[in-house]
């Protein structure tokens, strides 16, 4: 089945910019969604289809996908956006409706 | 206000049988996909089973299938999830979530403990 491979963490101080990556066979492929988990929360969604944003998300996250690397990218990071960041791709593999997530990234702001 | 609210977890011995359930408010059910996602104690998002509007497309995780079952009732804006011969490791907060593009909507989760 396919994998999807992000860094356990990443960290960044206030102001910067922080990049997450997601790492897959031909990625670019396919239509990546990224989440955003805080502590005792449920996941949100924060860019879908590579780089689009729902209602509500700040124009701060982005996102990108190319060759075998998906990335999203957060400028101007805040305290607030301390979570954990998982990506997403429907798996075409299956003839049945499969999912696929990251194992998930920490965000850390320091 | 769009909503899921997930319900019917609980405390459970090895190889018992529970019944999730979704209820989803503020949106047209029947026109969406519907899907469950679990997540283990301090661990990640696993994808367990989605069922597509009509109920004509089903899909499973390998951990689970053969042993959980998704449905849902459109009249009842409802999606459910039976679980049979529970396992230790499928103790976890098991969440709904509605397909549009993405998940664009998740409930709040429900925790199934899997334990003797």
């Known amino acids: 089945s396919y994998v999807l491979t992000q860094p ?3 960290s960044v ?3 910067q910019t922080a990049r997450i990556t997601c790492g897959g066979n031909n990625i670019g492929s396919k239509s990546v ?3 955003q988990q805080k502590p005792g929360q449920a996941p949100v969604l924060v860019v879908y289809d590579d780089s689009d944003r729902p209602s509500g998300i700040p124009e701060r996250f982005s996102g990108s996908n190319s060759g075998n690397t998906a990335t999203l990218t957060i400028s101007r990071v805040e305290a607030g956006d301390e979570a954990d960041y998982y990506c997403q791709v429907w798996d075409s593999s299956s003839d049945r409706l499969g999912v696929v997530f990251g194992g998930g990234t920490k965000l850390t702001v320091l | 206000e769009v ?5 019917g977890g609980g405390l459970v011995q090895p190889g018992r049988s529970l019944r999730l359930s979704c209820a989803a408010s503020g949106f047209t059910f029947d026109d969406y996909a519907m899907h469950w996602v679990r997540q283990a104690p301090g661990k990640g998002l696993e994808w367990v089973s989605g069922i597509s509007w009509n ?3 089903i899909g499973y995780a390998d951990s689970v299938k053969g042993r959980f079952t998704i ?3 459109n009249a009842k804006n409802s999606l459910y999830l039976q679980m049979n011969s529970l396992r230790a490791e499928d103790t976890a907060l098991y969440y709904c ?3 549009d593009n993405a998940f664009d909507i998740w409930g709040q989760g429900t925790m199934v403990t899997v334990s003797s």
């Open chain 2, 3 to 7: 909503q899921l609210v997930e319900s």
């Open chain 2, 71 to 73: 449905s849902r009732d």
């Open chain 2, 97 to 99: 979530a509605k397909k």
């Open chain 2, 55 to 57: 109920s004509g497309s």
């Open chain 1, 8 to 10: 356990p963490s990443v």
């Open chain 1, 33 to 35: 969604h990224w989440y």
């Open chain 1, 13 to 15: 101080a206030p102001g």
